[in-house]
């Protein structure tokens, strides 16, 4: 299924090399404020296994492989050294989007968090035109939190004043982004302003969705992510058929500690087109993470791994029953794949 034959390191490989951290973040985002990560390390380097803690089992060992393919394998051929990257604003109130924007130094594109639940589209609306003041090129993510009426009322509000660089995953449904797509069109043609794009981030989650959605009409865009998808190799594979249809992907990371989002970056780094900024600035929105932050310059950040810190590593250990749910979980992925590979 993955394609590329890698075999299957055993799991006492895999254990040997495990640590299980948990890192605090800054802001409440995804409705978590500590991210949670299991570190493997291999002959090649480093790999993360991090699958959020509510995946089942079938669905984490996308990631575990993942992960062996970092630590066994190690990164594809890069074709550029830094990879351009957008600031991520959670659904915070419009005074904070200064300070946010601040951990990303040069980045002259943002990605907004809008349509969050409890809050309002006034709310969505200030803080959009907040970023606006200060950054070039903004594109907002629903996180499918929105209705179709209400993805067409809000879009067409959040275009009013500027372009949108595209809308991701403004509805949870395939079918409903499609009609989106459909009705913004109408839209476009009867202003004469342009369509607002659509990117599907949640509807691409297997190695057969993106291919889905796009075909359905549901996506301009695709959001792609390493560890979902099972990575870096099958990310490229992915890119390149998706690049057939004329959909570019945007690589995101997954709230990934420093040593995924190596992963990530690399995955970035080695693809022939990168027509937008990657979601990979992320790391700023951890208070400590288990290596040194990569220096963002001019928005761009160096596609090189990663070396974990021992001592933050020991300093952010998770605690002896997290650890001991981690390992649980490291054994039951690990038997899928090796099931996976008979
Ligand atoms: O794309 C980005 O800018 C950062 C990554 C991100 O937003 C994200 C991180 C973890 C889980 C979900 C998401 C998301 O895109 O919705
Ligand atoms: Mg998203």
Request: glycine fraction near 8%.
């Amino acid at each position: 299924m993955s394609g590329e034959p890698m075999s299957l390191p055993p799991l006492a490989e895999l254990r040997a090399g495990a640590a299980v951290v948990s890192l605090p973040m800054r802001v409440r985002f995804r409705g978590i404020t500590t991210r949670e990560v299991l570190l493997l390390r291999g002959p090649a380097g480093y790999g993360e296994f991090a699958p959020f803690p509510e995946y089942a089992d079938a669905e984490a060992a996308a990631w575990l492989r993942s992960a062996i393919e970092a630590a066994w394998l190690g990164p594809p051929a890069a074709v550029r050294a830094t990879v351009p990257v957008n600031a991520t604003v959670p659904a915070v109130e419009a005074a904070r989007v200064p300070e946010i924007l601040s951990r990303f130094p040069g980045a002259r594109t943002a990605k907004v968090k809008v349509a969050e639940r409890g809050q309002s589209l006034a709310e969505d609306l200030a803080r959009v035109a907040a970023v606006r003041a200060h950054v070039e090129h903004v594109r907002v993510d629903a996180n499918g939190g929105w209705s179709l009426d209400e993805a067409e009322e809000a879009l067409l509000a959040l275009s009013s004043d500027g372009p949108l660089q595209y809308a991701e995953q403004p509805c949870a449904s395939v079918q409903e982004l499609v009609e989106l797509r459909r009705r913004l069109a109408d839209h476009a043609a009867a202003s004469g302003r342009v369509r607002v794009p659509i990117a599907a981030d949640e509807s691409i989650r297997r190695a057969e969705d993106p291919m889905r959605v796009v075909r359905a009409g549901g996506a301009d865009v695709a959001v792609v992510k390493v560890a979902p998808l099972g990575g870096m190799r099958a990310l490229l594979r992915l890119a390149a058929e998706l690049a057939g249809h004329g959909v570019p992907v945007v690589v995101s990371s997954a709230l990934d500690s420093a040593v995924g989002m190596g992963a990530g970056l690399a995955a970035a780094a080695a693809l022939p087109e990168l027509e937008y900024a990657c979601g990979l600035g992320t790391g700023g929105l951890f208070e400590a993470d288990v290596a040194a932050p990569r220096t963002m310059v001019d928005g761009a950040l160096p596609a090189s791994a990663v070396v974990p810190d021992p001592e933050r590593v020991a300093g952010l250990s998770a605690s002896p029953d997290r650890a001991q749910w981690w390992l649980g979980r490291l054994d039951r992925c690990h038997e899928l794949l090796s099931a996976d590979a008979e």
